[in-house]
């Protein structure tokens, strides 16, 4: 059987290789849903007013020469989610949410036959979603310039329209090529891999901002400020660069100790350790009695952004990346925390294309080196129980949160 496999890559490599011509499709026919009729319906939870979730059915539309139709397999649930869950900042009610989606291409129109890295994309292949660049349609990864998605619009955050397939929380999502969606082939990750994608190119993206300060490096004394996913990640990532040094700070045991299964050397706790002298004593300690080369700061609390400076050496580098969405001002002092100690500061917003590549990388070197990074998804609910999963994840009572279809 193995045999067979590889006799099937080797021919599609060749024929690639040959004329060009997308041969994903022929590689791919064992895949699940390939080959099984498409139902004339889909099923999308909409967020119909604060806090509701209701399962909408609609018409699964034509597959334009363009288009790409997907049988959505899971879809985490992000804290932007949450955020539109409660008080839908971005005012898109009624709207399809679910940005950290993948899925199975079941039915693909005649032009779409590379993804976004150039890579031969076919029915039966898995997919990920990244940024849609609807003002810039020509843009690809290859591009130097910054294009990060804080620019452009993602699945899963677009206004309602007559299509309505718009967001990963669904069986079925629709990606339209007029509208200049980017999309990339990940059929070699598993499931958990590629539905933890988005969050973990939040963080390739971080650390490469990291790196532009010329501060962090091999070996660092770094601190990871906010255990939730998100620093959780930042942790995994560090590891993967041979960074042993890190201390993570959380006010959760819990989350604390997974910080130390992800690889973190020391913690803190500062929700035990009170006052700032005292838990910067206590970074400093799990730093080996230096303070740290470089921080990250992963919580969305002003707190948390004021406390930073204190545990970084003079010299050394912060970046701020817990704040996507406002979360009110913070108060430092300017020449204690930044001009006296030369701080080095840079901000991290989501992702570029690019980001993306290196993240499909990036997990299978995480698991390659024994990170614990597929635990990050903590709770597994069907569509039908959207409502419940939502609760779950506004409640912290896990990490990552997933809707998983059959
Ligand atoms: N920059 C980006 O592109 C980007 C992308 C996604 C998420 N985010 C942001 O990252 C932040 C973290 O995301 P998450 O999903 O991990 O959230 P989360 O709420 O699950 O985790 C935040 C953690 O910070 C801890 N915390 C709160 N105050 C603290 C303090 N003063 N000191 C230490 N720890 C403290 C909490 O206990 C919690 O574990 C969010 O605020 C989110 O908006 C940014
Ligand atoms: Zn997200």
New binding site residues.
């Given amino acids: 059987m193995d045999n067979q496999r590889d006799i099937q890559e080797i021919v599609r490599k060749v024929l690639e290789a040959m004329n060009g011509m997308n041969t994903a499709s022929a590689a791919s026919t064992n895949s699940a849903a390939a080959g099984k009729p498409v139902p004339k319906v889909a099923h999308v939870a909409v967020l119909t007013s604060l806090e509701k979730f209701e399962i909408k059915e609609y018409p699964i539309p034509e597959v334009g020469d363009d288009d790409i139709l997907v049988k959505v397999e899971g879809c985490g649930i992000?804290?932007?989610d949450a955020h539109e869950f409660r008080k839908d900042p971005f005012g898109l009610i009624p709207v399809a949410l679910g940005h950290e989606g993948t899925g199975e291409i079941v039915k693909i129109g005649k032009n779409v036959k590379f993804d976004s890295a150039g890579k031969p994309i076919g029915l039966g292949d898995k997919i990920v979603t990244c940024m849609i660049f609807k003002d810039n349609p020509a843009i690809t990864m290859f591009d130097l310039n910054k294009q990060n998605v804080g620019g452009a619009d993602v699945y899963g955050l677009l206004p309602d329209d007559d299509v309505h397939l718009n967001g990963w929380f669904a069986d079925y999502i629709l990606i339209r090529g007029k509208l200049g969606s980017t999309f990339f082939n990940v059929s070699d990750l598993d499931l958990d891999s590629r539905i933890l994608i988005e969050?973990c190119a939040?963080l390739v993206?971080?650390v490469e901002r990291a790196k532009t300060t010329n501060i962090l490096r091999f070996n660092s004394k770094v601190v990871v400020?906010?255990?939730?996913?998100?620093?959780?990640i930042c942790i995994a990532v560090l590891r993967t660069m041979g960074i042993e040094h890190i201390v993570a700070?959380?006010?959760?045991p819990k989350?604390l100790e997974f910080a130390r299964r992800m690889g973190a050397c020391g913690t803190a706790n500062?929700r035990e350790i009170k006052g700032i002298e005292a838990l910067t004593e206590a970074v400093k300690a799990a730093c080996g009695g230096q303070l740290a080369d470089f921080a990250f700061q992963?919580?969305?609390?002003p707190?948390?952004h004021s406390?930073i400076y204190k545990f970084i050496r003079n010299g050394g580098g912060l970046c701020e990346?817990?704040?996507?969405?406002n979360?009110g001002d913070a108060t430092i002092n300017p020449h204690f925390d930044i001009c006296s100690k030369e701080i080095t500061t840079v901000?991290?917003?989501?992702?570029t294309l690019r980001d993306y590549a290196t993240t499909f990388d990036f997990l299978k070197r995480a698991q390659a080196i024994g990170l614990p990074i597929k635990e990050l998804i903590t709770h597994k609910f069907p569509l039908a129980q959207m409502n419940e999963a939502m609760g779950v994840n506004v409640r912290?009572e896990g990490?990552k949160v997933a809707i998983v279809n059959d």
């Fill in positions: 992000c804290g932007t969050p939040v993206h971080a400020q906010g255990c939730g996913p998100i620093g959780l700070v959380d006010g959760n989350r500062y992963c919580t969305g609390a707190g948390g406390n990346l817990g704040f996507f969405i979360g901000g991290s917003w989501v992702y912290q990490l």
